[in-house]
């Protein structure tokens, strides 16, 4: 079973078709190319996909980084 | 699907990624159809445009967010044989566009404009005392809107209309209140069909919102946060409808629906089970689902489909529940080309196109075996293999959901199709008992109605032009705006002929537009249905041709033949009516017809009415 961190790089390494992605918590939007808002929203409704999850209006944005990303999927899932 | 494409894309193996791309369907997962868009866009042109022959301008003026349809529409286009070239306005900005002449959208010179509206863009309040002037001023902003695109960029325009809403702030008096958001919609709705301009088409998301889910459709957050007023799952969706529109209006649908006969119009096999064991109509569940699959069947053909079979059958016992089985819908006189024999299907398919003068890639196959489905699509890739569920009850949604079919105006003709192949057959057996062909075409007794071309025949020329491939000099296509723009032009000449014989009416079959340049005419277009093939008709239009020239004292008449992949049918046309060959500059060759020296061949048996 891959851990959070794997999966969620998987889904950006598919979005932004790029396989040399490696995540860490500190990755932010200015790290990875084509991380425009437009692209944050498919990233959002593919994370809620692949975890089977929920953001509220807004709740993304405030994100400012993929460890407090991987932080608000592991709250919603409840661990 | 996507770590291949990658995969292939890394390799620099663009043509074996394309593959992958171009077989992506809008069923298939929303990432999969998101990514094979994308990268579409990374394949060199160059190889589009040798695999995809046909390229198009297509601009997309949004009313909301386009750049997540905008690519799907690309993959969806270039899979029916379109490859396009997009231009998307600045959001919002689809009604400055078009009222402020935008400079970079001139420049642009679409073929289509396609107006990427919704009810989001109404700003209908949910309720309203006085409903009727609302509805009525968002009519005239559309309808506006929509004649001036059409008018002012001389395109054809893809439009709209509204959905409704899946919510509900008047609960049952929704839908009986006048005053109510959707009521407002719906009224809309019928005004926008009855009003919608002549060079309009329109592309119905309230029936897609509807049928893919209100609740699907519409995704509030996403409109929220970036004006996206589709949900990506159903973009895919709207994007294929869209793609068989424009396909359609360039020639790309398809003409021919070839089926099979066991467990696909009836459940079990007619060989074995006879006449009273095969299961097909009331009283049993499963013979329900293949009745009302032959129900749909029949309304194709009814719009001009071509019904076939291909069946691996006696043929006795093929025919048998055609004629005996008293729930069967579709009747022997609805298959325009029967084929029941025990050869490969692929070739039973090779045949109905040939009968029927059809390209092989107008074919649609359904048949319920994969092992049939696998063999005709890898033999015949040009030919549209239907992935046929195993439940017959699923069939109708499956086919109809393929969008193969698209037509954008059923024309008199479209609706006796099936007939003049039947005609067809009986003037084939005519021919077999003639002495001569000559005597062939006289006892035909034709009659033909040569006219310009009018407001009346102008949805059919304009059908004829976009969808013949084989006898057609120089495959010009043109909107119907495009062709309204020649009726008033004094140095166009057109002519059309409609052509009736003793078995029936053919309907109009022949356009030929041409341009007075100095003392010549120039053929722009000369184009025939295979129909009415070798029967004189391109004699009599030439009858017509030197009669204008004469009576305009023009001294030449100039014809283009453009080779394409199909038309070499017509590669001697201007040369066996007597043409010279002046010019080869490998695009074509040119041919000229000097009235004062050259002499037509021979007569056609053709009464002018």
């Known amino acids: 079973m891959p851990g959070n961190l794997e999966k969620l790089q998987e889904i950006f390494r598919d979005l932004f078709d790029d396989d040399d992605i490696v995540l860490s918590d500190s990755t932010a939007a200015k790290d990875i190319d084509g991380w425009d808002s437009l692209k944050n929203v498919m990233l959002i409704v593919r994370i809620e996909k692949a975890f089977k999850v929920r953001f509220s209006t807004g709740e993304v944005v405030a994100l400012r980084n993929v460890g407090e990303l991987l932080d608000a999927i592991d709250k919603k899932l409840g661990r | ?609």
């Open chain 2, 1 to 609: 699907m996507n770590a291949e494409i990658r995969a292939r894309i890394k390799e620099r193996r663009f043509d074996a990624a394309l593959d992958l791309i171009l077989r992506v369907r809008p069923t298939d997962p929303t990432e999969e159809i998101e990514y094979a868009a994308d990268q579409l866009g990374k394949i060199p042109a160059q190889l589009v445009s040798e695999r995809v022959p046909t390229h198009k301008r297509l601009a997309i003026l949004g009313g909301a967010t386009t750049q997540f349809l905008t690519p799907q529409i690309r993959l969806f286009a270039c899979q029916r044989g379109v490859a396009l070239a997009t231009y998307e306005s600045d959001f919002g900005l689809f009604e400055q566009e078009i009222w402020s002449e935008s400079p970079t959208l001139r420049q642009f010179e679409p073929d289509v404009i396609h107006f990427h509206v919704s009810s989001r863009n109404l700003a209908l309040p949910l309720f309203a005392e006085d409903p009727a002037p609302l509805v009525r001023a968002q009519t005239e902003r559309f309808v506006g809107l929509y004649r001036a695109a059409g008018e002012r960029f001389r395109c054809a325009v893809i439009v709209n209309n509204f959905e409704t809403s899946g919510e509900r702030a008047y609960g049952a008096l929704d839908a009986l209140s006048p005053g109510t958001h959707n009521s407002m919609v719906r009224e809309l709705n019928s005004a926008l069909a009855r009003a919608l301009p002549v060079q309009c088409y329109l592309n119905d998301i309230e029936q897609l919102s509807a049928t893919l889910g209100k609740g699907r459709w519409f995704d509030p957050r996403l409109w929220n946060e970036t004006k996206t007023a589709v949900s990506f799952e159903c973009h895919p969706h709207y994007a294929d409808r869209v793609a068989a529109m424009i396909g359609a209006l360039f020639g790309k649908s398809k003409k021919c629906l070839v089926l099979d006969l066991d467990n696909t119009l009836w459940g079990g096999v007619i060989g074995d089970d006879g006449i009273a064991g095969i299961r097909l109509g009331a009283g049993n569940p499963e013979g329900e689902a293949f009745q009302e699959f032959q129900s749909y069947l029949k309304a194709l053909k009814a719009r001009g489909i071509l019904l076939a079979v291909a069946s691996k059958n006696e043929l006795e016992n093929a025919l048998a529940p055609f004629r005996e089985h008293p729930d069967m819908l579709l009747k022997e006189s609805d298959i325009s080309c029967f084929v029941a024999n025990w050869e490969p299907k692929d070739k039973s398919l090779r045949s109905i196109a040939g009968q029927l003068n059809i390209g092989v890639d107008s074919l649609v196959f359904f048949d319920d075996n994969p092992a049939e489905r696998e063999l005709v699509g890898s033999s015949l890739p040009q030919v549209t293999v239907i992935d046929v569920p195993q439940d017959p009850s699923a069939y109708v949604q499956t086919l109809d959901r393929a969008n193969v079919f698209e037509t954008l105006a059923v024309t008199q003709e479209d609706q006796l199709r099936g007939e003049f192949f039947q005609q067809n057959q009986a003037r084939e057996l005519l021919g077999a008992g003639a002495e001569s062909y000559e005597e062939f075409l006289r006892r035909l007794e034709m009659r033909a109605v040569v006219e310009p071309i009018t407001a009346a025949n102008i949805a059919r020329v304009t059908q004829l032009i976009n969808k013949t491939n084989q006898f057609n000099l120089t495959t010009r296509r043109a909107t119907e705006a495009e062709v309204r723009s020649l009726l008033d032009d004094p140095d166009v000449y057109t002519s059309t002929i409609r052509l009736d014989d003793r078995f029936g009416s053919n309907g109009l079959i022949s356009v030929v537009i041409g341009r007075v340049h100095a003392d010549s005419l120039a053929i722009e277009n000369w184009l025939m249905s295979c129909r009415v093939l070798k029967r004189g008709v391109e004699l009599l239009e030439m009858e017509r041709l030197l009669a204008y020239c004469r009576a305009k004292n023009l001294r030449t008449i100039i014809g283009r033949y453009l080779p394409t992949a199909k038309n070499k049918l017509v590669s001697r046309h201007y040369a066996e009516l007597g043409f010279e060959e002046i010019e080869n500059d490998g695009a074509g060759t040119t041919w000229r017809f000097a009235l004062a020296t050259q002499r037509v061949p021979h007569g056609h048996f053709i009464t002018v009415q």
